[in-house]
Each structure stands twice: as structure tokens, then as C-alpha cells.
């Protein structure tokens, strides 16, 4: 017989490090499959080749918070009218959630659906079910986009949404 103590053994702390690293994996996961759903198809743009590739435009604003996640554009519902008071278009915005620093990017294409221009707004924080309205004037465009423009698109391109609201 021996005099060596028993080994100890480390049950418990292989059960946490297990835990937390299905904690990470977890995690990352579903951070990418965030990311990949705030991407948004919003037009086409020609290479300098003579191609033409799909545009797309999202939000990464939640990629690195961990209790919020990157806004969407099913987080609002938008509607646009021509205000000839402003010689442009109004919109209005109705978050169905409440957003922290939520931006919009509308961009204006032509009937190839190629984009032509682009207007980033910045709303800050709304809140959910209530309206938010701008204008934007035409002279803001310039007289050759929008005389061109056939279409128009739009993407949340900012703002983050608590996974607690």
C-alpha cells in the first residue's frame, strides 16, 4: 500500500468549460445568421468590365452587442407619396418595434432597376407604432435622377433592436 492522496478529480469544471464553450458556439451562430438576414438585394450596379452585379446593403450595427440585434427592414413598414409642397417625396415610417438609432438608406434606380442615388437618413431612436415622417425634395436628388427614376427601394442600413423590448 501507498501513502499518495487520492487523485481529484475535475468533474465539475470540465462540465463549465463544455457549457460555456456550447455557450459560444451557440452564439456565434446565431450572430451569423443575423448578420446574413439584414442584407437586402436593393438594385444592380455596372462593374467597370461592363457587368452588372446585384447591389446589396444591410445593417451590422448589432453584430458586436450582445443583448441586441442589427434592425431589419421588417422592423418597419414605410410609405412614400409625392408632397408637392417640398417639389419631392414624403415618407412615412412605422417601426413595429422600438429601434435604437435607426437609419434608412432609399436609394433611386432607373428602369434597368440600376441605382442612380442614395439617401441615407438618420431617425435616431423610435419607438414601436409610432410614426415618423421626412421629406426628401427633389433638388436634393438633381434634375437628372429624378427624371430617371422608375423605381425606388429601401433598407434599414442602421439601428439595433433589444432582444428585451
Known sequence: MSNLPPKKRHGFLIF?????????VVFVVVKIVQYTGTKQDVGKHDLIDGSVQTATQGNHDGDTKLFHRSAR??????DSNLNLASF???????????????EITINY????RK??????KHLG????GVQVSFSISLFDLGISVAWNTKY??????????SYFS
Do not use: F, N, R, W
Open 16 to 24: 463549465l468549460i463544455v457549457t460555456i464553450l456550447i455557450g459560444v
Open 73 to 78: 427592414t421588417s422592423d418597419i413598414t414605410m
Open 88 to 102: 419631392g417625396g414624403k415618407y412615412v415610417i412605422l417601426p413595429q418595434t422600438d429601434i435604437e438609432d435607426l
Open 109 to 112: 434606380l432607373d428602369s434597368d
Open 115 to 120: 441605382i442612380l442615388d442614395s439617401v441615407v
Open 125 to 128: 431612436d423610435v419607438k414601436q
Open 152 to 161: 425606388e427601394s429601401y433598407a434599414v442600413t442602421g439601428g439595433t433592436v
